[in-house]
């Protein structure tokens, strides 16, 4: 599907992203932000450009958060968006740090929409029916349960965490949906994996659309990867359009 008009620009999007998803510390630098969370995902635990106008002293800046990565036991990794000047990706370009993992953004407008039926309940992140619902159909250790629990007690906007049940009485799906100033975004959506293509996951996507709808956003945001084509499909036939799409860089010799 092409872009829609009249939706957020690049910038309002990706800040709304990175209220919605916040990293344990956050250094700026200009319009360059760095942020360090335990490793648990790698949207916030990388680096990324703001502003397509600050590409100045890139190799020095590339260098020194590439450092403070290491010194917080990440591997550095910068997040290029449309917003990264061209200049600065030429100089990743010339440092030979290579391309990986290729999303996403998808967006549309909200209207009303009514909550649909079925066993889906709808609990603050912190409740541990959330949380350990979505950890468990993602299969996450121990640690990294705990990551999860530390980033979401730093939403500081108005979120909820999404369970559907199957018939079993077990969850079968789960979605985190999170009111970004007027745009909702969407996170940690999962379906149990012997339980694909039976519209669980469908179906929490649209209990977050109406939750999102009835709280007051007026626009929808979610990223995915490039090479995820049910999820892709799933959120296009919701009525969500791509907009921009995004990657990361490495340096040589990374993992």
């Known amino acids: 599907m092409t872009a829609q008009s009249g939706l ?59 450092a403070l990565s290491r010194r917080h036991g990440i591997e550095p990794c910068f997040r290029v968006t449309p917003l990264a000047a061209p200049a600065v990706v030429e100089t990743l370009d010339a440092l030979k740090w290579t391309a990986f993992d290729e999303s996403r953004v998808l967006a549309m407008r909200l209207g009303p929409s009514e909550m649909p039926a079925g066993d889906i309940r709808l609990l603050n992140p912190g409740d541990p029916r959330w949380y350990r619902a979505q950890a468990g159909l993602a299969g996450y250790d121990g640690r990294t349960v705990e990551t999860l629990r530390t980033l979401l007690s730093l939403i500081a906007v108005e979120t ?53 709808a009835e709280r007051g956003a007026r626009f929808a945001a979610i990223q995915v990867m490039a090479d995820n084509a049910p999820a892709g499909s799933l959120y296009e036939g919701l009525g969500l359009a791509e907009q921009y799409r995004y990657h990361y860089r490495r340096p040589p010799g990374s993992p």
């Open 8 to 66: 957020p620009s690049t910038l309002a999007i990706e800040a709304a992203c990175l209220t919605a998803w916040p990293a344990i510390a956050v250094v700026h630098d200009g319009g360059w932000i760095w942020r360090f969370a335990q490793g648990y995902s790698k949207r916030s635990n990388s680096f990324q450009s703001l502003d397509d106008r600050d590409a100045a002293n890139a190799v020095d800046r590339i260098a020194l958060l590439s």
């Open 160 to 212: 909820k965490g999404i369970v559907v049940h199957g018939r079993d009485g077990t969850p079968a799906a789960a979605a985190l949906a999170v009111n970004a100033n007027g745009i909702a975004v969407f996170l940690n959506v999962v379906t149990d994996r012997a339980r694909r293509r039976q519209g669980f996951g469908r179906l929490a996507m649209r209990a977050a659309l109406a939750w999102s």
